[in-house]
Structures are given as structure tokens and as C-alpha cells.
């Protein structure tokens, strides 16, 4: 069975600071696909990033990034110079590789607090 | 830019009462779920339907829940006999295959009272 973890329940920054969100996730499959959602104050869940299993690059993009570490099964998440704007509730999700309708599996979510 | 929408927006209902909850995918997706979430907590997964059939359900989705897609644009999540329980913020989303992002609509939040 999958099962995502993240042990941060929140977090509160000051404008500018970089936050970084654990993420760690557990699966049987050699295949899977992690995710990174937001959910802002007004409860929509907004789509961040995409990463496959067989690709650790880790990459930038904007002002997110994530470090992917299979080895650890970990799939951290970095927002850098925090804004106001940023505060939210993250869930990352695991998806793994199967036949047809791959449902996501959320973490319990880190809420983001940014103060101006 | 194409979205999932859902309606409405805040359903009350009373216990017992039957509800539909109603999405419209993104149109040129394949892949459809459900998805709850009771206030404050996790999402979790109900339901996955592909070609006209359901695919995965959880165990939370029992005989009380079902799943249809009646014409080419609708898919609707019905609740028999509502329980307390079920009050949560229900989610529907998409995706055009497998192994790419769900796309979620703005939710229904439902209050069973």
C-alpha cells in the first residue's frame, strides 16, 4: 500500500525566507509519479509539480524547486524569497504505476504561513 | 484556459436526504475521480472511472455512493442516504492520462445536518 508522510504540520516564515516542505513517501512500485499541490485560503487544489520515479533530477522552476531522493524515498519542496501569496496548505501525493485511473495518495499537508 | 467545474458550490442537506454532486471535466480528459476531504484533514481518494466503468474505489466509497456519467460532459457523484459523516469538502477532478496531474475543480463543500 502507498502512504505519503509529511511531519510538518506548519510552518511560519517571515517574507523572503525560503521554506523547504518535507515529503516522505513509501511504495512497493519501481514506477510511481510524486506530486506537489497548494491549497490557498480559498480551498482549490492547485497542481505545483510533476515528478517521475525514474528521474531524480531535481530542478527549478521559478521560485519552487524540490530535491527528489529516491534513496530515501523523500521529495522535498523549496519555495524561495516567500511571499505573502505563498501561504497555503501543501500536500504532496503519490501516484503509483498501474492499469488505469491512477489515484492520487495525500500526504496529511504542511500549512505555510508567510508574514509580511 | 480549460478547468474542471463543479456544482454547486455548497450543498445543506438533511440526514438521510440523497444528494448529487456534479463536475464537469476538462473536455478532452479521460480519467475521472472523486476525492473528500473532511475539514482541516487529508485528501483522500473515493473513486476512479475510465471508459464508462469505475476503475479503483476506496473503501470509504460503500453501497451509499455512486458514480455516472450520463452524457459526454457530466460526471456527477450521488449520495444515497447522507450521514453526518459525510460532510466534507468533495472534490472532483481529471486528467488525460494515467501518469499526468489530476486537474481539480473548486470543490463542493456538502454539510449533512
Known amino acids: 500500500a502507498q502512504k505519503v508522510t509529511q511531519a510538518q504540520t506548519e510552518i511560519s516564515v517571515v517574507e523572503k525566507e525560503d521554506v523547504t516542505l518535507d515529503c516522505v513517501y513509501e511504495?512497493?512500485?519501481?514506477?510511481?509519479?510524486l506530486f506537489w499541490y497548494k491549497q490557498p485560503p480559498s480551498g482549490e487544489l492547485v497542481f505545483l509539480i510533476r515528478?517521475?520515479?525514474?528521474?531524480?533530477q531535481n530542478e527549478i522552476s521559478g521560485r519552487y524547486s524540490w530535491n527528489f531522493q529516491k534513496s530515501t524515498s523523500s521529495f522535498n519542496f523549496t519555495i524561495t524569497a516567500s511571499q505573502v501569496v505563498d501561504s497555503a496548505v501543501y500536500f504532496c501525493?503519490?501516484?503509483?504505476?498501474?492499469?488505469?485511473?491512477?489515484?492520487?495518495?495525500f500526504g496529511g499537508g504542511t500549512r505555510v504561513l508567510v508574514k509580511p | 484556459e480549460p478547468e474542471v467545474t463543479q456544482t454547486p458550490s455548497h450543498q445543506v442537506t438533511q440526514m438521510g436526504q440523497e444528494v448529487i454532486l456534479r463536475c464537469v471535466p476538462i473536455s478532452n480528459h479521460l480519467y475521472f475521480y472523486w476525492y473528500r476531504q473532511i475539514l482541516g484533514q487529508k485528501v483522500e481518494f473515493l473513486v476512479s472511472f475510465y471508459n464508462n466503468e469505475i476503475s479503483e474505489k476506496s473503501e470509504i466509497f460503500d453501497d451509499q455512493f455512486s458514480v455516472e456519467r450520463p452524457d459526454g460532459s457530466n460526471f456527477t457523484l450521488k449520495i444515497r442516504s447522507t450521514k453526518l459523516e459525510d460532510s466534507a469538502m468533495y472534490f472532483c477532478a481529471s486528467n488525460r492520462g494515467d501518469y499526468n496531474e489530476q486537474f481539480f475543480g473548486p470543490g463542493t463543500r456538502l454539510t449533512v445536518l
Open positions: 501525493a503519490l501516484s503509483e504505476n498501474k492499469a488505469a485511473g491512477n489515484k492520487l495518495t
Open positions: 515528478r517521475n520515479s525514474f528521474d531524480e
Open positions: 511504495t512497493r512500485d519501481t514506477t510511481y509519479y
